[in-house]
C-alpha cells in the first residue's frame, strides 16, 4: 500500500508538469493550428532564465519574471517569425518551429555551457511535508502540484469568464466576424502565442530545479508533448490534462517496477539458463520498458481512436 500511495502521488506530479507543457501547446495549436516543435525550447529557457534571476534576487522573484520573459521571447517568435511565413502555409510555420529549436539549444550552450547548472530548490521549500507511512513526501514537489493546478484553474477561468477569453475563443471559430467587429485577430494570435511559451516557462521553472537544468532538458520532454497532445486529443485541454496524468502515472509506476516475465517463471520453478534472444527478452524488465510505454499508448490510440481520448479543436 505505501509503494502504490507514494508512487501515485509522484505520477500525479510528473503528470500535473507534464500538463503545464502541454496546456500551453494546445492553447497554441487550438488558436492557430501551428505545431510549435520549438515548445520545449521555451520551457528549458524558463528553467534557465528563472536559474540566472534566482541567482540575483531569489526564487520567489525567479518564479514570476522567468514565465514573462518566455512569453516576451514567443512573442517575439510570433510577430517577426510565424506572422511572416503564415502566408506559406503550416509546413513553414513547422519548419520555423523547427529551425528555432535547434538555435534555442545552440544559444544556451553558447551562453550557460553544455554542463547542468545548480539551480537549487528553495530552502523554504526543503524538506519533508507529510509522511505515507515510512515514506516522506517533498514539500517542493507538492508545491509544483499547486502551481500545476492553480495554472489549470486559471487557465480553465480566464476561458470562459473573461472577455478576453471569450475574445480567444471567438478567434477560434470566426476570425473575420471578429477582425470586423474591430478586433486586431493577428495581436490576438501573438497574445495566445506567448501565452502558451509562457506557460512552457513557467513549467521550466518550477521544474528546472526539481529536475536537470540542462541543455538536452528540451529533447527529453519534447517528444512526451507531442503523445500527450496526440494521445489526448489536438486542441483539447481536457484530453491534455488526461493524457499527462495517465502517462505520468503508468510511466512513474513503470519505472518502479523490476519484475519481468522470468520472474514469473521463475516463481513457478522454471529457470532461464541459457542467452538466446527469446530468454533475453523474457528477462526484459518493466523498468526497461518504461520509456517506449507512452509511444506505445501513442500508437494504440491512432489505431484504436485516431481522434484521440477527447479530440477536437475546441477550447
Known amino acids: 500500500m505505501e509503494f502504490a500511495l507514494v508512487t501515485l502521488l509522484n505520477g500525479l506530479s510528473y503528470g500535473l508538469i507534464l500538463f503545464m507543457l502541454s496546456a500551453g501547446f494546445t492553447l497554441i495549436f487550438s488558436m492557430m493550428g501551428v505545431l510549435n516543435f520549438a515548445h520545449a525550447s521555451f520551457y528549458m529557457l524558463g528553467a534557465y532564465f528563472a536559474y540566472e ?145 509562457a506557460l512552457a516557462g513557467l513549467a521550466g521553472a518550477i521544474a528546472g530545479n526539481a529536475f536537470i537544468t540542462e541543455p538536452h532538458m528540451a529533447a527529453t520532454v519534447g517528444s512526451i508533448i507531442f503523445v500527450i497532445v496526440v494521445v489526448g486529443g489536438l486542441g483539447s485541454l481536457a484530453g491534455a490534462l488526461l493524457a499527462s496524468l495517465l502517462i505520468g502515472v503508468v510511466q512513474t509506476f513503470a519505472v518502479s517496477i523490476d519484475h519481468s516475465p522470468a520472474t514469473l517463471l521463475a516463481a513457478v520453478g522454471y529457470t532461464l539458463q541459457d542467452s538466446t534472444p527469446a530468454h533475453a527478452v523474457l528477462r526484459t524488465t518493466v523498468s526497461d520498458v518504461a520509456p517506449v510505454l507512452p509511444y506505445l499508448l501513442l500508437v494504440l490510440v491512432l489505431v484504436v481512436r485516431p481522434r484521440g481520448l477527447l479530440g477536437t479543436r475546441e477550447l
Not at 516576451?72 to 517568435?77: D, E, K, N, Q
Not at 506572422?83 to 513553414?92: C, E, F, L, N, Q
Not at 493546478?149 to 480567444?168: D, K, P, Q, Y
Not at 494570435?189 to 506567448?194: D, E, G, L, S, V
Open 53 to 197: 534571476i534566482s541567482r540575483r534576487a531569489g526564487f520567489w522573484v525567479a518564479l514570476g519574471l522567468a514565465p514573462l520573459l518566455a512569453g516576451a521571447l514567443g512573442a517575439l517568435v510570433e510577430r517577426f517569425g510565424l506572422r511572416s511565413v503564415h502566408r506559406y502555409g503550416h509546413v513553414a510555420e513547422l519548419l520555423l518551429t523547427f529551425g528555432l529549436s535547434f538555435v534555442v539549444v545552440e544559444a544556451v550552450q553558447l551562453v550557460w555551457g553544455r554542463a547542468a547548472v545548480p539551480y537549487a530548490i528553495p530552502g523554504a521549500l526543503q524538506g519533508a511535508l507529510f509522511k505515507v507511512y515510512n515514506t516522506s513526501f517533498p514539500a517542493y514537489r507538492a508545491f509544483m502540484m499547486l502551481v500545476a493546478v492553480l495554472m489549470m484553474l486559471a487557465l480553465v477561468l480566464g476561458l470562459r469568464r473573461t472577455r478576453f477569453g471569450l475574445v480567444i475563443q471567438a478567434a477560434l471559430s470566426q476570425p473575420q466576424m471578429l477582425q470586423a467587429l474591430g478586433h486586431n485577430v493577428p495581436r490576438v494570435f501573438m497574445a495566445a502565442f506567448a501565452g502558451g511559451c
